[in-house]
């Protein structure tokens, strides 16, 4: 027989005892898969930021020929004793590099080159062991939210593309009686942008993550749809930057004309068409590549203002500040590359260059999310 109910008892009093609506256990298991999917991925962009600093010292250096194999699991040793490191260095006498500019090597010299290359190598492969561990136990946790599988995989399957993309490069050096003492250009360029591409998916992917569902759902009806398409222009037209700085990094263009605003005195390099056919000249003539480079970071300086000048209009101050950032390590990356052209590509020089287009790169992509994504501003917050 159940009790009768008192017509004067508290209602809240049973009511606190019911457990949460089943929506916001929902929620809060979202949000723990979603943070520790984030922490991971920050992980793998930091190594991946790593990853590019090293190779970009590894071609600084170049060092990146001295290991002549590709054995990705058998690599991860390097030589252990004085017979392993001969052999090494006898099979790195076997290509063009050594035999046209290294001869004055000893093994003590190659071992200085050995181990940049083997360490850029190495944190490749660590890349690909945290993502796979990583992405291995989310998803036997069953932690990886709806719709999020195919873009963790997307990130495993471009690092496996950028592992076979490098050895690519790597081969287009590893030649004898060629006369070639270097990678192809437009490889390190694939292999470059690649990275950047694998970069950008991780940012964005962090910054989706960075919010909740119901926020970016809610966040996507105050889209600045002119301001979205401007600054993935704009993201295009760095794209194509890095490429170009590739090219002339892989030529070693920046240390032909040393001098700025001019080229060897003059407004337009000299000897620009010197090789035939005239198209392999935007590849191949040190002149003209620096000098294509310079004038897109002008084309691109110029528009990168027209954004930000678009973005003062923005309601939302995330999204103005963003902008000012993208606009401030523009500036900056500029003013690096003057330093790197007057210096001739110091090492300490044009590393930092390379550096900084990552930030700037993160920069663009962190405010053209801000214009897609808004972050709300109250009144109060807004006057």
């Known amino acids: 027989?159940?009790?009768?109910?008192?017509?004067?008892?508290?209602?809240?009093?049973?009511?606190?005892?019911?457990?949460?609506?089943?929506?916001?256990?929902?929620?809060?298991?979202?949000?723990?898969?979603?943070?520790?999917?984030?922490?991971?991925?920050?992980?793998?962009?930091?190594?991946?930021?790593?990853?590019?600093?090293?190779?970009?010292?590894?071609?600084l250096t170049d060092s990146g020929l001295s290991i002549t194999e590709w054995r990705p699991v058998t690599g991860a040793m390097p030589p252990m004793n004085a017979l392993e490191w001969q052999s090494e260095f006898d099979k790195y006498k076997q290509i063009d590099q050594w035999a046209i500019e290294n001869q004055w090597m000893t093994l003590a010299d190659f071992k200085s080159i050995y181990w940049w290359e083997w360490g850029h190598r190495q944190l490749g492969r660590v890349i690909g062991l945290v993502w796979a561990l990583g992405f291995a136990g989310f998803a036997l946790a069953r932690q990886i939210p709806t719709g999020w599988t195919g873009r963790l995989l997307l990130i495993g399957a471009l690092g496996g593309?950028?592992?076979?993309?490098?050895?690519?490069?790597?081969?287009?050096?590893?030649?004898?009686?060629?006369?070639?003492?270097?990678?192809?250009?437009?490889?390190?360029?694939?292999?470059?942008?690649?990275?950047?591409?694998?970069?950008?998916?991780?940012?964005?992917?962090?910054?989706?993550?960075?919010?909740t569902e119901r926020d970016l759902m809610q966040a996507r009806r105050g889209k600045e749809d002119k301001l979205f398409s401007m600054s993935t222009g704009l993201l295009h037209m760095t794209a194509v930057q890095i490429l170009l700085g590739a090219l002339v990094a892989g030529i070693d263009a920046g240390r032909s004309f040393t001098d700025w605003p001019l080229m060897g005195g003059q407004v337009f390099p000299p000897d620009a068409f010197m090789i035939e056919p005239i198209w392999r000249n935007f590849f191949e003539n040190p002149g003209l590549v620096q000098f294509v480079h310079r004038i897109w970071g002008y084309l691109l300086a110029i528009f990168a203002i027209v954004v930000w000048r678009r973005a003062r209009g923005s309601a939302h101050g995330a999204t103005k500040f963003a902008f000012n950032a993208m606009l401030a390590a523009v500036a900056l990356q500029i003013t690096i590359g003057i330093a790197t052209v007057l210096y001739a590509a110091q090492v300490h020089v044009a590393i930092v260059h390379q550096a900084v287009a990552v930030v700037v790169w993160v920069l663009i992509l962190r405010a053209r999310f801000l214009s897609h994504y808004p972050i709300a501003t109250s009144l109060r917050e807004s006057s």
């Open 1 to 59: 027989m159940s009790q009768k109910r008192n017509i004067f008892e508290e209602v809240g009093s049973e009511a606190s005892k019911v457990s949460p609506a089943a929506v916001g256990v929902i929620d809060g298991a979202a949000k723990g898969a979603r943070r520790g999917i984030r922490v991971w991925l920050m992980v793998l962009f930091a190594l991946v930021f790593a990853m590019i600093a090293v190779g970009g010292l590894t071609r």
């Open 161 to 211: 593309l950028q592992g076979a993309v490098g050895w690519w490069m790597v081969a287009s050096g590893v030649t004898s009686g060629e006369g070639v003492t270097t990678v192809a250009s437009y490889r390190l360029a694939t292999h470059l942008g690649l990275a950047f591409v694998i970069l950008g998916f991780i940012t964005w992917y962090i910054l989706l993550l960075g919010r």
